[in-house]
């Protein structure tokens, strides 16, 4: 249905010429991913052997004694890197497969390679073995998707963005600074912020612009021990960039917490495995010098 949709438009806003060559393309980018996932399939595992078929009484004993006990192990972080076909429609189908299985996406990220055609995509979940490996199969059949990839096992080097937004003010200031919390709670805190006013009378304005420069400064130490960035200065917030390990930011976040988040954004992990150290030197040998070229005894003097 939706082929026959898309050549009407193609037929219909391109010459004749042009809209054969562009649905030759788009057949070809879907066949080719095809072809190429039966013929590593072929060379991996060879033939599939013809088998007859059951009886009802193997099928019975199949049931009744074969059938796998529920698994006990808990259910572990998994990583799986899809190199999928540059066209619309793949994203939605991906992580409708994983949805359908019940898997919680904890992140997904997917973005252009060097390749104009062929995108990478990240997605890290928890679950089990058993389920992890019949979601992979089951991505694999998708037409667009080229190879699914099982990072669980693998030495990676794992990045995530993460931009933050802290006040400097001090966190009794920080209702204050929330949109939200001042349109919700707008009538609840105009008599705190009177009250407030009115204590706060005899506080000179260089104690204030000193607080709020000693906040300023830990909030940049703290980023410099993290390999972090300050990307923004305001009068009452600075925005910090750093780029770590998911469990690195996380701690972050939780030291700036006590400066009052104002507003954060991750961008979700990105993977790549890690090159392995080949050892290019000669190995030794076995026997050595001294071994091979024994003294005789018989040979040195009396003494």
């Known amino acids: 249905m939706l082929g026959s949709i898309t050549s009407r438009v193609i037929s219909s806003s391109y010459p004749s010429t042009v809209a ?23 060379r991996r595992y060879g033939p599939v052997p013809a088998a007859p078929p059951p009886t009802a009484e193997d099928a019975v004993t199949n049931i009744l004694y074969n059938t796998p006990a529920p698994s006990k192990e808990p259910e572990s972080r998994h990583i799986l890197n899809c190199l999928v076909q ?38 890290i979940f928890d679950g089990y073995n058993v389920q992890i490996e019949q979601a992979r199969r089951q991505l694999e059949d998708l037409v667009p998707v080229w190879a699914v990839l099982d990072y669980t096992k693998t030495k990676l080097v794992e990045r995530e963005l993460l931009l933050i937004k802290v006040s400097i003010l001090g966190p009794e200031h920080l209702h204050e600074q929330l949109p939200t919390t001042k349109l ?88 790549m495995p890690r090159s392995p150290v080949h050892d290019h030197y000669e190995p030794q040998t076995e026997h050595s010098y001294e071994e091979t070229e024994a003294v005789d005894a018989t040979t040195l003097p009396p003494g």
Request: a neutral charge; glycine letters at 4%; hydrophobic letters at 40%.
């Open 86 to 123: 540059n066209e619309p429609g793949v994203l939605s189908r991906v992580s409708g497969i994983l949805a359908g299985r019940g898997f919680n996406i904890e992140s997904l990220v997917v973005a252009k390679t060097e390749v104009p055609d062929l995108s990478r995509m990240t997605v």
């Open 20 to 42: 054969r060559r562009l649905l030759a393309n788009q057949a070809a980018s879907s066949t080719s991913a095809i072809s190429f996932k039966k013929h590593i399939r072929q």
């Open 184 to 271: 919700d709670n707008k009538v609840e805190y105009e008599d705190e912020n009177i009250n407030r006013y009115e204590s706060e009378k005899h506080i000179a304005p260089s104690d204030t612009l000193r607080e709020t420069f000693s906040h300023l400064r830990a909030l940049t130490e703290l980023t410099r021990l993290f390999d972090g960035k300050v990307v923004d200065v305001s009068s009452d917030s600075v925005i910090i960039e750093l780029c770590a390990k998911s469990e690195r930011l996380s701690s972050f976040m939780k030291l700036c917490k006590p400066f009052g988040i104002l507003e954060a954004s991750r961008t979700g992990v990105m993977a």
